[in-house]
């Protein structure tokens, strides 16, 4: 059995549904507004089918049904029904371009959505990878950079450019990273399973260094490098 996350790279693939349709009884893992289109909204449901929805426009409004597939040894694609965990639009980059995270999966793909409904698919890449599964991630709002986090505890920092890790640590919190966040081009913050909250420096130090650790008790106080 091979690695779902691991081979989506290798092609991509689509259905078009045409024209507006309900999305029924399915249930959603994740739901996003384009930060580059306001009309425009994706939604992705458990089996790892995508709606994306779009209001207005030339075109006018509109569901199209998308979804990753494998190629198999005959040259036959094969839809991927794993569940997502995340997506991030990647702002400022190419139209409908995405980050993402799937159920369990170590790695962080990258794609973007076919732009014209349907008639060719689009490729997805491996991204990055962590060594155990990525549990969250946040683009930054200028598209050049993304920080993710694994539930083994590791945080790591990479440029979008060119998908290079730029920091990393592989210890930032005993139980799991639950959540990420960019503060700024030089600061991203992690909250873990180990209840705490720390901000790190990002540098052109390859690691990651700890500037401030909240915990649950802690007295709030100022930040300061």
Same mark, same amino acid.
């Given at each position: 059995r091979h690695d779902a996350a691991s081979k989506t790279g290798r092609a991509g693939g689509i259905v078009a549904e045409k024209p507006l349709s309900a999305l029924g009884d399915s249930r959603l893992d994740c739901a996003r507004l384009d930060p580059e289109d306001r009309r425009h909204a994706v939604a992705v449901e458990r089996g790892g089918v995508v709606r994306a929805m779009r209001t207005g426009g030339p075109k006018g409004s509109g569901v199209e049904r998308f979804q990753l597939h494998t190629e198999?040894?005959?040259?036959?694609?094969q839809p991927v029904h794993r569940a997502w965990r995340q997506f991030e639009f990647i702002p400022k980059q190419q139209a409908g371009? @995405?980050?993402?995270?799937?159920m369990g999966s170590p790695n962080l793909l990258y794609s973007t959505l076919p732009a014209d409904g349907g008639e060719t698919g689009?490729?997805?890449f491996l991204f990055?990878?962590?060594n155990a599964a990525v549990s969250a991630f946040q683009v930054s709002t200028d598209g050049t950079t993304v920080v993710s986090g694994a539930e083994d505890g590791s945080l790591a920092v990479w440029r979008i450019a060119d998908g290079e890790k730029v920091g990393s640590i592989s210890a930032a919190h005993r139980g799991g990273v639950r959540a990420?966040?960019?503060a700024s081009p030089t600061c991203v913050m992690s909250a873990g399973n180990d209840g705490s909250v720390r901000v790190w420096q990002v540098s052109d130090d390859p690691r @990651?260094?700890?500037?401030?650790r909240m915990t649950p008790g802690d007295a709030l106080a100022p930040l300061t490098s």
């Amino acid at each position: 059995r091979h690695d779902a996350a691991s081979k989506t790279g290798r092609a991509g693939g689509i259905v078009a549904e045409k024209p507006l349709s309900a999305l029924g009884d399915s249930r959603l893992d994740c739901a996003r507004l384009d930060p580059e289109d306001r009309r425009h909204a994706v939604a992705v449901e458990r089996g790892g089918v995508v709606r994306a929805m779009r209001t207005g426009g030339p075109k006018g409004s509109g569901v199209e049904r998308f979804q990753l597939h494998t190629e198999a040894e005959d040259g036959e694609l094969q839809p991927v029904h794993r569940a997502w965990r995340q997506f991030e639009f990647i702002p400022k980059q190419q139209a409908g371009a @995405l980050l993402i995270s799937q159920m369990g999966s170590p790695n962080l793909l990258y794609s973007t959505l076919p732009a014209d409904g349907g008639e060719t698919g689009s490729m997805v890449f491996l991204f990055g990878s962590h060594n155990a599964a990525v549990s969250a991630f946040q683009v930054s709002t200028d598209g050049t950079t993304v920080v993710s986090g694994a539930e083994d505890g590791s945080l790591a920092v990479w440029r979008i450019a060119d998908g290079e890790k730029v920091g990393s640590i592989s210890a930032a919190h005993r139980g799991g990273v639950r959540a990420v966040a960019i503060a700024s081009p030089t600061c991203v913050m992690s909250a873990g399973n180990d209840g705490s909250v720390r901000v790190w420096q990002v540098s052109d130090d390859p690691r @990651l260094r700890m500037l401030h650790r909240m915990t649950p008790g802690d007295a709030l106080a100022p930040l300061t490098s």
